[in-house]
Structures are given as C-alpha cells and as structure tokens.
T-cell receptor, first 117, second 113 residues
Framework: GAVVSQHPSRVICKSGTSVKIECRSL??????MFWYRQFPKKSLMLMAT?????????EQGVEKDKFLINHASLTLSTLTVTSAHPEDSSFYIC?????????????FGPGTRLTVL | DQQVKQNSPSLSVQEGRISILNCDYT??????FLWYKKYPAEGPTFLIS?????DKNEDGRFTVFLNKSAKHLSLHIVPSQPGDSAVYFC????????????FGTGTSLTVIP
C-alpha cells in the first residue's frame, strides 16, 4: 500500500508556542489530505480537508486560525498549531488520498503525539 | 453527535475462535463503510470495505457484513490470531469518493493465545 509519513512523531512544547507537523505522501501524489485528531478513548475526529493549492476546508468547531493547514505540494501538507495550550495536547493523524490507488481508501500517517506543557 | 457507534469498547477472544466486532450508524445517507485496524501510537491501516450495494465482503480471514435496514455492520475475524490484537475502528462515508469519513470510537480486541 501507499506510504504516508508524519514528522515529528512526538513533540513537547511550552504553552504559547507554535508547532508545525508535516505530512508527506512518499510514493504517490496526494490531491487531498486530511487531518484528524484523536482524544483518549475517543474516535478519530476529522479536523480539516486540504486540497493542493487551495484553502483547507475546516469541520465545524475547528478554529482555522488556531490550526493552520497548508497543502503546498502534491506530496506535502502541514498543520501548524498556533499558540498551543495544554488542551491542544492530542494525537494528530494525517491521511492522504492519492491519484494512484483505490478511491475509497485513505492511507494514514503514523500520527504525531503533541504534548503542551 | 456520534453518527457511527461502536458500543463495545473492548473484546477478548481465544486464539482460533471467531472475533465479531459490531458497528451501528444513524445516517441513512452513508453508503460506504470501512474497517481500520490501529496499533498504539500508530496511524490506522485499512482492513476491508463494503458498499451499500452489497451485504457481505470477504478478504481472507476478514469478512464484513452490512445490514442496511438495521444500519448495522460487523467485522468477523476467523480464526483470530494474537497479532490481531489492536483497536478496530469502523468508518462510514456518504459516498465512495473517500472525502468524508465518520469514525466510530473503536473496539479494542485482545486475542488470547
């Protein structure tokens, strides 16, 4: 299957700082990438959908100024958590839908554990 | 509002037996369903899918059943193996474009050797 990577895998930051998480499709071009957040013992919550070269579409309740998403190329999307606070601590997962492969599968990255002190 | 529900947070099964994981949904517009497997601190991996035009899809040890009238689907794993121990999420989409998925809360499966 297709490979999606995330960097970093774990990050610890101080409250008030900004953190950038990268999501890359390694062996295919992703026209659409998705960002999810998983709370402990909760389901994956879709935060936003990003298409290459256009603005991201945010789900209801997700602050677009708080979670900045940039899909600069067909293989890279970034999520920046601005002015992070302890309540932003979570497991963030990206996924990608590629030009090659099944339409209905999403290939997920390994996730990024964010801890805000 | 949780549109996709997995009411059993955990399940333990003896190795070699059948594992049955259940999932219910409320939105009648959902017509494409998937199961994902997730290990701790990793992203989910795709297992198997089914569209609403079918009521069963089989792939090796994994079979997904869909009951549209009951808005219920289930994943059967036969025979269960210790390596199957993971959290299983079901997901539903209103189309097969794969753009909008709604996930259940997951069921943690433990297969006992």
């Amino acid at each position: 299957g297709a490979v999606v990577s995330q960097h970093p895998s774990r990050v610890i930051c101080k409250s008030g700082t900004s953190v950038k998480i990268e999501c890359r499709s390694l062996d295919f071009q992703a026209t659409t990438m998705f960002w999810y957040r998983q709370f402990p013992k909760k389901s994956l919550m879709l935060m936003a959908t990003s298409n290459e070269g256009s603005k991201a579409t945010y789900e209801q309740g997700v602050e677009k100024d708080k979670f900045l998403i940039n899909h600069a190329s067909l293989t890279l999307s970034t999520l920046t958590v601005t002015s992070a606070h302890p309540e932003d601590s979570s497991f963030y997962i990206c996924s990608a839908k590629g030009l090659v492969g099944a339409y209905t599968e999403q290939f997920f990255g390994p996730g990024t554990r964010l801890t805000v002190l | 509002d949780q549109q996709v529900k997995q009411n059993s947070p955990s399940l333990s099964v003896q190795e070699g037996r059948i594992s049955i994981l259940n999932c219910d949904y409320t939105n009648s517009m959902f017509d494409y369903f998937l199961w994902y497997k997730k290990y701790p601190a990793e992203g989910p991996t795709f297992l198997i899918s089914i569209s609403s035009i079918k009521d069963k899809n089989e792939d090796g040890r994994f079979t997904v059943f869909l009951n549209k009238s009951a808005k219920h689907l289930s994943l059967h794993i036969v025979p269960s193996q210790p390596g199957d121990s993971a959290v299983y999420f079901c997901a539903a989409s209103p189309s097969n474009t794969g753009n909008q998925f709604y996930f259940g809360t997951g069921t943690s499966l433990t297969v006992i050797p």
